[in-house]
């Protein structure tokens, strides 16, 4: 009763400066009360960043968001994100930490699945119903597919490019950013908007088709004898397409870039080493990857973050870590030959509770298909390749790298101008 006639009859601040002059102040003190309590009180108030990320919890977010991610993660000041070696262990080693709503922007079909759940019990299940799948014992006996559907396929390809013009093509034409880009437009996701995206949905089809007569369809979890539904294995599959093929093909670019501008390294290369030292120097899953403190909050890198808030895993700033790594921005491969603690300390593929499940097959996948490619064809960069070589160096002295935008997955700015190799086929 109170408060309908202190509405009705307007209260005399209203009176004096009328609705629009009232609300535009109050939300200027709004704003105000936040800038302060974000300078001066916040918990978070000490960790450094750029100005206007230290307005809010999300700092790390608003870098990303604001394309200061690949600057932000290569600067000194890395605490608004968590770098150090350790302190990404324990994130990423814990439940506790949850995957934060961030990820709902890559629920396929409408559903979660293994990589964007944030239920650590549902990430359990899938990951012991996928285990017998993704091991090294199973992915020996698949190997043969896997040699059709990577160098095999990848040599025809090469073959009749190479018959046909006689070297010279790009080595691959970009990336499907558009569905990761749902994480960034969540509203994609929600009817009626969601039926804008329908049409590239389709393309997906033979995929899901596909997908129902996978051996996913058998997997079991042991423990709770629970199986997927179709739609849950449709929407595995869609992911394990998407996070599977598009990373591993895009460290294999990196991987061929770098040695196309460390010939002194090219040479010796042969498969995995030379995929882990690219995935060091430059992992491409080295975006920010958000967890959400526990409730009692967590004390990283030497400040105190309270419970609720949003913890960015910075893989590129703690792989470019002059406190862990020597010479960080180096391409150095010696740094790894029998240093088990270096191999820990790459985070390529996640860590802990959470981490990569295909990793063994990304690593099969792409040493097969750089060690054929490395024995069948000699790789070289164009004559008129004249803004990256060997040469050409950026402000530490290291050939310099092509640019990248980083979401997900770190991709080529430009592959058609950056991206380009020649090819010739090895004789002997
Ligand atoms: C070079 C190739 C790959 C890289 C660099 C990579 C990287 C990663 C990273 C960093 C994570 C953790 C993300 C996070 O913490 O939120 C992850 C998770 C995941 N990856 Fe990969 N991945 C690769 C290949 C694959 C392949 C081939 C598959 C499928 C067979 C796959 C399936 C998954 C799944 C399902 C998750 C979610 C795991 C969970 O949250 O419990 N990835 N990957």
Same mark, same amino acid.
């Given at each position: 009763m109170f408060f309908t006639q202190y509405w009705i009859n307007k209260p005399d601040i209203v009176m004096g400066l009328g609705w629009s002059s009232f609300l535009?102040? !109050? !939300?200027?003190?709004?704003?105000?009360?936040?800038?302060?309590?974000?300078?001066?009180?916040?918990?978070?108030?000490?960790?450094?960043?750029?100005?206007?990320? %230290?307005?809010?919890?999300?700092?790390?977010?608003?870098?990303?968001s604001l394309g200061l991610m690949t600057k932000y993660s290569r600067t000194r000041d890395k605490a608004n994100t968590a770098t150090s070696t350790s302190d990404i262990r $324990?994130?990423?080693?814990?439940? *506790?930490?949850?995957?934060?709503?961030?990820?709902? #922007?890559?629920?396929? @079909? #409408?559903?979660?699945?293994?990589?964007?759940?944030?239920?650590?019990?549902?990430? +359990?299940?899938?990951?012991?119903?996928?285990?017998?799948?993704?091991?090294?014992?199973?992915?020996?006996?698949?190997?043969?597919?896997?040699?059709?559907?990577?160098?095999?396929?990848?040599?025809? *390809?090469? +073959?009749?490019?190479? #018959?046909? %013009?006689?070297?010279?093509?790009?080595?691959q034409q970009g990336f499907p950013v558009r569905h990761i880009r749902y994480a960034d437009f969540p509203l994609l996701n929600t009817y009626p908007f969601s039926m804008l995206m329908r049409p590239w949905e389709r393309g997906y089809d033979g995929v899901t088709k596909y997908a129902i007569e996978s051996a996913f369809i058998d997997a079991e979890d042991p423990q709770s004898k629970?199986?997927?539904?179709? %739609?849950?294995?449709?929407?595995?599959?869609?992911?394990?397409?998407?996070?599977?093929?598009?990373?591993?093909?895009?460290? @294999?670019?990196?991987?061929?870039?770098?040695?196309?501008?460390?010939?002194?390294?090219?040479?010796?290369?042969?498969?995995?080493?030379?995929?882990?030292?690219?995935m060091r120097l430059h992992p491409v899953s080295g975006g920010l990857w958000p967890r959400r403190a526990p409730k009692e909050g967590v004390r990283l890198q030497g400040y105190?973050?309270?419970?609720?808030?949003?913890?960015?895993?910075?893989?590129?700033?703690?792989?470019?870590?002059?406190?862990?790594?020597?010479?960080? @921005?180096?391409?150095?491969?010696?740094?790894?030959?029998?240093?088990?603690?270096?191999?820990?300390?790459?985070?390529?593929?996640? $860590?802990?509770?959470r981490a990569c499940p295909g990793r063994h097959l990304a690593v099969l996948e792409m040493m097969s298909i750089l060690a054929n490619m490395l024995k069948d064809y000699d790789l070289a960069v164009p004559e008129d390749y004249v803004r990256r070589g060997p040469r050409v160096l950026d402000e530490n002295g290291n050939p310099k790298l092509m640019e990248d935008v980083q979401f997900l997955v770190?991709?080529?700015? +430009?592959?058609?101008? +950056?991206?380009?190799?020649? @090819?010739?086929?090895?004789?002997?």
């Open positions: 535009a102040i !109050a !939300a200027v003190l709004v704003v105000l009360c936040r800038v302060i309590y974000a300078l001066f009180v916040s918990p978070l108030r000490h960790i450094p960043g750029p100005f206007l990320a %230290r307005l809010t919890s999300k700092r790390a977010g608003l870098i990303g $324990a994130v990423y080693g814990s439940h *506790k930490f949850r995957k934060t709503d961030f990820y709902r #922007g890559v629920d396929m @079909l #409408g559903i979660e699945h293994m990589f964007s759940t944030r239920n650590p019990d549902l990430a +359990d299940t899938r990951r012991r119903q996928f285990g017998p799948y993704l091991n090294t014992g199973y992915l020996a006996r698949v190997e043969p597919i896997l040699a059709a559907h990577g160098p095999e396929s990848l040599k025809l *390809k090469w +073959d009749k490019l190479y #018959g046909e %013009r006689q070297g010279g093509d790009k080595l629970t199986r997927m539904t179709e %739609r849950q294995v449709q929407a595995e599959c869609l992911n394990m397409l998407l996070a599977g093929s598009e990373a591993a093909a895009n460290t @294999l670019a990196w991987t061929v870039h770098l040695l196309m501008l460390h010939p002194e390294h090219y040479r010796r290369a042969v498969g995995e080493p030379a995929c882990s030292k690219s105190f973050v309270p419970g609720g808030t949003e913890i960015f895993i910075n893989v590129t700033g703690a792989h470019h870590n002059p406190g862990v790594w020597e010479n960080p @921005l180096k391409y150095d491969p010696s740094r790894f030959l029998d240093n088990e603690e270096a191999r820990r300390n790459v985070f390529t593929f996640g $860590a802990g509770v770190s991709i080529p700015v +430009d592959p058609k101008r +950056d991206c380009r190799l020649v @090819l010739t086929k090895c004789t002997a």
